[in-house]
């Protein structure tokens, strides 16, 4: 397996590795407002947020990056676009819910945008992994530990677990996404 390392893959490491303890940190003080008794105004609440934004845009920068590395074709562009503009869309609503002076999202961005965002970063691990540049194995529990999210915010916890193996590839360089085990690596 070629050991050398790309700038992308390089960079993928540290989105990689924070998204998941983002998203554990938003559903751990989520969980703490709940107790507290308070609901979407307490400082936890607020904090949750922070690191669920902190999330989404390490997510974004995954989305970019996995793109940039992969061969381009009319596929991965669309992921690409989708995804980012579907993590401007969560941003937007993230804010929303921070800062209650901006304005609330539109129906139709805040239907459409979660989807759009898990189907760029969807297809982009999954170009990778047909490609042989990402492990499907590892591609299914990303799958699963958004499926967590979308199911239940309560399974945030669970599903940063699942994703921090799910993202183990990118952490670790375990298995490079610049790396094709078609290609004759010079040794």
Known sequence: MDQSRSPVTESARVPASWVPLLLFAYGTFRFIDRIGGSDRSGPWWVIGHVCFLGAILGIAA??????????????????????????????????????????????????????????????????????????????????????????????LPLAAIVLLLGFEPLRTLRRLVGHRPSERVPR
């Open 62 to 155: 995954l989305i970019v990056l996995l793109w940039r590395e992969l061969d381009r074709s009319i596929v991965t562009d669309i992921a690409d676009v989708a995804g980012v503009a579907g993590a401007a869309a969560f941003v937007w609503v993230v804010l929303g819910d921070i800062f209650p002076a901006i304005d609330d999202a539109p129906d139709l961005v805040t239907a459409l945008g979660p989807p759009a965002f898990l189907i760029g970063l969807f297809t982009l691990l999954g170009v990778a992994a047909r490609r042989g540049q990402f492990p499907w194995p590892h591609w299914v529990l990303v799958v699963i530990g958004f499926g967590c999210v979308v199911a239940s915010l309560d399974l």
